[in-house]
């Protein structure tokens, strides 16, 4: 799902860089308008959190591997806009530490886990919670399952537009290994969420949080 350094064309990255900078920007001037002293630490226990799963992979299929992207699961306890400052911090300190992204495609990056995940999963959440009935859980787990397959695509149409890999090759095989990683993705984000509710429930309702816990 990172990107590295030489994959993507300036015509592809420069482009998604600005579209990043802007999602992020707008993040963060939304999160300033809206932020108390109660969500600041929670913002950042849960970047450390994500932060530190992202290291953990578990094997797929053909020597392919899957860790937690963590989009919908911040979205559920921060709200869209806080999440998304959240894993644009994970990203860009992934990038910069372990270089785990190219310099050149982390606007690619930032885009597709950050902005594009973190709005998929709110747009998921904030449906789900009014249609889900007694299966609360379900609209985490298919946000978790659906931010991490729009991420894999939008990652094989910037690989295709480099030139990287045909279109008819890399999206095919990004969302088939992504759909099972997703599935792991939906599983993780319910049961982090429900180990968050166990341990703090006050932390899973901030304000601006989209799942409470009483919907886990």
Known sequence: MHIPSGFLEPGVWAPMGVL?????????????????ERRTPVM????????AAQMVNFPVFGGTSGHLMG???????????????A???????????????????????????????????????????????????????????????????????????????????VLPAMFAVHAVIGVFEGLVSVVAFRFICSVNPRIAAVKGGVNRCEDS
């Not at 990043?20 to 108390?36: C, F, N, Q, R, S």
């Not at 950042?44 to 932060?51: K, L, P, T, Y």
């Not at 989009?71 to 400052?85: F, H, K, Q, R, Y």
């Open 20 to 36: 990043a900078a802007a999602g992020a920007g707008y993040a963060i001037k939304k999160t300033g308008e809206e932020l108390d």
């Open 44 to 51: 950042g226990v849960m970047a450390a959190f994500i932060f």
């Open 71 to 85: 989009s919908a699961l911040a979205v559920a306890v921060l709200g869209v806009w806080p999440a998304t400052v």
């Open 87 to 169: 894993m644009t911090a994970v990203v860009l300190m992934q990038a910069l530490l372990f270089q785990d992204g190219g310099i050149e495609a982390l606007g690619a990056n930032v885009f597709n886990m950050a902005v594009l995940g973190c709005l998929v999963s709110g747009g998921v959440l904030a449906i789900g919670r009014r249609f889900a009935g007694r299966l609360r859980h379900l609209p985490l787990a298919f946000a978790g399952w659906l931010s991490v397959v729009a991420a894999a695509v939008f990652c094989a149409i910037e690989l295709a537009l480099s030139g990287t890999s045909p279109l008819g090759v």
